[in-house]
């Protein structure tokens, strides 16, 4: 019974393994190419000429980057995004991510307002250090 266990065991993590350790590298397309494509338009954000701080986003870009990394001022991946907080002219207000902690376990949920990150590529960099984004008010989950 324990050898049965144990085999089940190992070809449990080895079925599991690959999908850890395959990586794609990023690819980047040429700034023509994506002139006409509307999927990219959708989800880039736009900043408002008067405060580059100040990010618009629609509905749909908003749930977008729901679930997107974010990375500390130190380039070091940190947590994730749970949701953005969106005046009524899109204008987004807050941004909340659970930072910290492994596995989904003692992680934080913050409030970062939007002087404190900016939404590049795929990823939300912070302009704050992990130890200040930690230090932000602290959200109910």
């Known amino acids: 019974m324990i050898k049965l266990l144990s085999s089940a065991s190992v070809i449990a993590l080895l079925a599991i393994?690959?999908?850890?350790?395959?990586t794609t590298s990023p690819t980047t397309t040429p700034p023509s190419a994506t002139q006409?494509?509307?999927q990219s338009k959708a989800t880039t954000p736009s900043a408002t000429q008067d405060n580059p701080a100040t990010v618009t986003l629609t509905d749909d870009q908003a749930k977008r980057?729901?679930?997107k990394a974010v990375y500390s001022s130190d380039g070091s991946k940190i947590g994730?995004?749970?949701?953005?907080q969106r005046a009524t002219d899109?204008?987004?207000t807050e941004l909340h991510a659970d930072i910290g902690g492994f596995l989904g376990m003692?992680?934080?949920r913050v409030k970062l307002m939007p002087s404190d990150f900016?939404?590049?590529?795929d990823r939300v960099l912070l302009t704050i250090t992990k130890e200040q984004a930690m230090a932000s008010p602290k959200v109910a989950k």
Do not use: H, R
């Open 65 to 67: 980057w729901v679930g």
């Open 106 to 108: 003692g992680e934080s």
């Open 90 to 92: 899109n204008k987004v």
């Open 17 to 22: 393994s690959p999908a850890f350790a395959q």
């Open 36 to 38: 006409g494509d509307s």
């Open 118 to 121: 900016k939404l590049q590529g």
């Open 80 to 84: 994730e995004v749970v949701a953005l």
